[in-house]
């Protein structure tokens, strides 16, 4: 006897590349570099940029962080470099003017349409939620959880970080189903997790298709039509 078909109960969706990006106008850590410079204060970019990857995925697991400037102290504190509060608050206001996060053109009508079916709804992503909520707090505002490294308390890509959205959320993993546009944390992990994994290639078109035992969809205004299938 075939088991009966799963009904979806969570919709989560990725953030970064699949819900929203960064504008083309973003700080890099060279822009840093040579902010600080002007300052009299010399860092490595690389350095920087090692620093910043080490906050997001070890200190964002610890804390909730609430801002650029919270974000930057432990940046800058992991590299050992001391700032003054006054050059702090300038290079986070860089950080304010030029990381405001674009939504995707389809995203905001594409969550409404999976929100009418009555499913639950949320995000999954190691990006604390004031990155996202600057620029896709429209979007924010549709979802009815936000899953970030400090409220898991492992980043994305971590095997117990989807065990505990799971968890959290108080369903059978068969009943979250997820989309994003990397093929590793955003399909793979959460399908080895019992998620049914969705994967957002923007890159090519065509007719939603099966890409192994993975969906591939080529917009989020696809995602409406694969739930109700």
């Known amino acids: 006897m075939e088991n009966p078909p799963v009904d979806t109960r969570v919709v989560l969706f990725d953030v970064y590349g699949t819900l929203a990006c ?81 939504l995707h053109p389809e995203a905001s009508s594409s969550v409404q349409a999976v929100k009418a079916t009555g499913r639950v709804l949320g995000a999954f992503t190691t990006l604390p939620r004031f990155m996202f909520a600057h620029g896709g707090g429209g979007v924010l505002r549709e979802l009815d959880h936000y899953f970030d490294a400090a409220l898991v308390g492992h980043a994305k890509g971590h095997p117990d970080f989807y065990h505990r959205i799971t968890e959290l959320l108080g369903v059978e993993p068969a009943e979250i189903l997820c989309v994003g546009d990397d093929p590793t944390c955003d399909v793979e992990l959460p399908a080895a997790a019992g998620w049914r994994a969705v994967l957002l290639d923007r890159e090519t078109t065509g007719d939603t298709k ?19 299938d």
């Open 22 to 102: 960064w504008p083309p106008g973003r700080m890099l850590p060279i822009d840093v570099q040579r902010l600080l410079d002007r300052f009299g204060v010399r860092i490595s970019y690389q350095a920087f940029e090692a620093a910043r990857q080490s906050v997001m995925f070890l200190d964002g697991t610890k804390r909730p962080i609430e801002g650029w400037t919270d974000f930057l102290a432990l940046v800058f504190a992991r590299m050992g470099v001391s700032l003054s509060i006054d050059l702090l608050t300038s290079v986070a206001a860089e950080y304010e003017s030029r990381h405001r996060m674009q």
């Open 210 to 228: 099966q890409a192994g035992r993975f969906r591939v969809i080529h917009s989020l205004g696809d995602l409406v039509g694969l739930i109700e």
